[in-house]
C-alpha cells in the first residue's frame, strides 16, 4: 500500500488493473442468477489467486470458496476463508498431512476422491490424526482429468460409505471440455449429454444415503445451462469474476461478463516498420486461450503477438497507425488463470484512479 500511485496512467508496466466496478457487476450477476434459481455459489478461487477476492465473494453471498489444490486452500484458510472445497483429489503423505492440519482448522473443509486407493490413503490419515471430513465423488462426465466415470463409481461409493472418518456429502461433475465450445447450442447439448448420467447417479445416492445433499459443478461456459438443471446445488464457476480473451469469443448467453482484468503494457520501441514492441511478453501474459485484444491505447485494430520473455509484438491488422514510443495499452489476457499466476498484485482501479492493492496471496500455490 505504501508504494501505492494515485493515477492508473502514473503504474508502471507491466502490472495487472482490476476494475472494480466491472469486477463486481460480474460478481453482483452471478450471485443473483445463482440465488434466482435456488442455487448455491461456490466460485472457483483457482482463477483470481485472491482471498481479498474471495471475501468479496462470500461478502455478496457465496457460501465458500473452491481451491484446486491443499496449498491453495491452506493460503485460504490462512486468509479465514471457510466453506472450502478441493476441488481435485488428494492424495501422497505430504498432501494428506498438509490436509490434516488444515482440517483440524477449518473443520468444514471438504475434499473430493476420485479412487478406492486414495480413500483408503485418506481415511488412513484421518483416522491417526483423530479427525474426521466430509467428501465428494469427483466424477468424469467426459473431461477424463480427474474423477470416475458415473457407471464405475459403485465401488468408490461404498469405500467412502463404509468409512467412520468420511461423510459422504454428494459428488462433483466439472465438465471443463465442454465450457468454451463456442456455439451457445452445442454447448448446451454437450453440456446436457454429459452430466446426465451424474444426474442420474446423484438421484440414486440421494435415495439411499441422506448425508448426500450437494451436486457441485458448473463453469463461465455452462452456468446459464447448469442454473436449469435441478439436481446440481452449487455453481463453482470461476473466470466470469475477471474474464478473457478466450471466453469472450464464445458466444454468451446474453451479455458476456465484462472483462474486469487487464494487462497495462507500454510500447518500448518504435523504430521497427509494421510493429512496435511493448513490455509485456511471456512472462506477463501466459500464451494459452484466446488471442489477446487490445481495448485501450490504440484503434481495435491492433494485434498483439509474443516476442520473446519479456516483449510484445504490436502490429496492425490493417494500415492503421501505430502506436508511439511511450503509449500505454490495456489488454484483455488470453487466459486469466495462469497469467493472474504470474504477478504478486492486482492494482485495483475505479476511473482511471488506483483505490487498492489486492495481493494474489494464492500464486504459485500449485502443490
Ligand atoms: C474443477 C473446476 N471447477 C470449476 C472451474 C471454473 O471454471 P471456469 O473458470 O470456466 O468458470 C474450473 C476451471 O478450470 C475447474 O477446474
Known amino acids: ?72 486452500a491452506d493460503a485460504l484458510v490462512r486468509a479465514g476463508i471457510g466453506g472450502i472445497l478441493i476441488t481435485g483429489p488428494v492424495v501422497t503423505a505430504a498432501k494428506l498431512a498438509r490436509l490434516m492440519k488444515l482440517v483440524r482448522q477449518s473443520p468444514d473443509l471438504t475434499v473430493v476422491v476420485d479412487s478406492p486407493d486414495g480413500v483408503a490413503q485418506l481415511d488412513r490419515a484421518l483416522d491417526e490424526a483423530g479427525l474426521a471430513m466430509q467428501v465428494l465423488i469427483d466424477l468424469d462426465v467426459g473431461l477424463g482429468r480427474t474423477g470416475v466415470k458415473p457407471d464405475r463409481s459403485q465401488v468408490l461409493v461404498n469405500s467412502v460409505h463404509s468409512s467412520l472418518r468420511l461423510t459422504l456429502r454428494g459428488v462433483q461433475a466439472y465438465a471443463g471440455h465442454v465450457q468454451h465450445i463456442p456455439s451457445l447450442i452445442q454447448r448446451a447439448d454437450q453440456s446436457d449429454a454429459a452430466l ?75 523504430d521497427h516498420g509494421r510493429h512496435v514492441t511493448v513490455d509485456a511478453g511471456l512472462k506477463s501474459l501466459y500464451r494459452d486461450g484466446g488471442a489477446p485484444r487490445v481495448i485501450k491505447g490504440g484503434g481495435p485494430d491492433l494485434i498483439y503477438d509474443w516476442f520473446g520473455d519479456e516483449y510484445g509484438r504490436i502490429s496492425h491488422s490493417g494500415h492503421g497507425l501505430l502506436p508511439d514510443l511511450g503509449a500505454r495499452l490495456e489488454i484483455v489476457v488470453s487466459h486469466c488463470d495462469p497469467t493472474v499466476n504470474l504477478f504478486d498484485r492486482y492494482h485495483v482501479i475505479q476511473n482511471g484512479r488506483v483505490v487498492d492493492e489486492w495481493p494474489i496471496d494464492l500464486r504459485g500455490c500449485s502443490q
Open 1 to 72: 500500500m505504501k508504494h501505492m500511485v494515485p493515477r492508473q496512467a502514473e503504474l508502471d508496466t507491466p502490472c495487472l488493473v482490476l476494475d472494480v466496478d466491472q469486477l463486481e457487476d460480474n460478481l453482483r450477476r452471478m450471485q443473483h442468477l445463482a440465488s434466482d434459481a435456488g442455487k448455491d455459489l461456490r466460485p472457483h478461487a483457482k482463477t483470481h489467486k485472491c482471498s481479498a477476492l474471495c471475501a468479496k465473494q462470500v461478502e455478496m453471498g457465496a457460501i465458500g470458496v473452491c481451491a484446486a489444490k491443499v496449498s491453495e
Open 196 to 270: 446426465r448420467p451424474a444426474v442420474n447417479l446423484y438421484r440414486a445416492l440421494q435415495t439411499g444415503i441422506p448425508s448426500c445433499t450437494v451436486f457441485s459443478a458448473s463453469g463461465t461456459g455452462t452456468h446459464s445451462m447448469d442454473l436449469g438443471v435441478p439436481e446440481i446445488t452449487e455453481l463453482q464457476v470461476g473466470s466470469y469474476a475477471l474474464m478473457d480473451a478466450e471466453y469472450l469469443a464464445i458466444e454468451a448467453d446474453g451479455e458476456p461478463f465484462r472483462p474486469a482484468l487487464r494487462l497495462l503494457t507500454t510500447v518500448v520501441s518504435v
